[in-house]
Antibody, heavy 126, light 107 residues
Framework: EVQVVESGGGLVEPGGSLRLSCAVSGFTFTDAWMSWVRQAPGKGLEWVGRIKSRTDGETTEYAAPVKGRFTISRDDSKNTLYLQMNSLQTEDTGVYYC?????????????????WGQGTLVTVSS | EIVLTQSPVTLSLSPGERATLSCRASQSVNSYLAWYQQKPGQAPRLLIFDASNRATGIPARFSGSGSGTDFTLTISSLEPEDFAVYYCQQRINWPLTFGGGTKVEIK
């Protein structure tokens, strides 16, 4: 059974930092390209960033609003994905989803997302 | 950035009716478009990838069509569990972007 489980969300003051984790089972994490997608309260979905597998260089891509503040990393020995969030702003508030980026190496185009975790809530407020 | 515009914003229908949802891209995305369903308090679920390919386990009443800039998600006969918000997503250019969503509600 595929499981994607995020953790680490919570309340943080503007300017603060938080690290989210995403534990994966049920598929070969070492081969997987992974993404974070967020959703502000009552709003739509926003892609945050992606990391390739170690085999494919572990390169990352980020959305403009988070570039330079957020860092995605992975620990294949723990089947875990991370999102380090620094200099948090109130507009970063939302549910953060971890998801597998489908259509990776050798596949034309970029990625769609499947499966998804249940999300973890990040609230940035003073 | 490619902007995806979904219409209508809200669709009010009864169970058993046909639902037709639209997604229009600001520039061509070829067939690189996916559809997701999201129910309240739940994560999104992949329905369709590359415009017309149903994801694993998705019922046949869900179908996708289109290419270039105009796409359609059709639910042939609404079941009670289909009332939800639906998002489209393009994967041709960075940043990956989603549409604003269409809420399918019970009439």
């Amino acid at each position: 059974e595929v499981q994607v489980v995020e953790s680490g969300g919570g309340l943080v003051e503007p300017g603060g930092s938080l690290r989210l984790s995403c534990a994966v089972s049920g598929f070969t994490f070492t081969d997987a390209w992974m993404s974070w997608v967020r959703q502000a309260p009552g709003k739509g979905l926003e892609w945050v960033g992606r990391i390739k597998s170690r085999t494919d260089g572990e390169t990352t891509e980020y959305a403009a609003p988070v570039k330079g503040r957020f860092t995605i990393s992975r620990d294949d020995s723990k089947n875990t994905l991370y999102l380090q969030m620094n200099s948090l702003q109130t507009e970063d508030t939302g549910v953060y989803y971890c998801t597998r980026s489908q259509c990776g190496r050798g596949c034309p185009g970029l990625n769609w997302f499947d499966p998804w975790g249940q999300g973890t809530l990040v609230t940035v407020s003073s | 950035e490619i902007v995806l515009t979904q219409s209508p914003v809200t669709l009010s229908l009864s169970p058993g009716e046909r639902a037709t949802l639209s997604c229009r891209a600001s520039q061509s995305v070829n067939s690189y478009l996916a559809w997701y369903q999201q129910k309240p308090g739940q994560a999104p679920r992949l329905l369709i990838f590359d415009a017309s390919n149903r994801a694993t386990g998705i019922p046949a009443r869900f179908s996708g069509s289109g290419s270039g800039t105009d796409f359609t998600l059709t639910i042939s006969s609404l079941e009670p569990e289909d009332f939800a918000v639906y998002y489209c997503q393009q994967r041709i250019n960075w940043p990956l972007t989603f549409g604003g969503g269409t809420k399918v509600e019970i009439k």
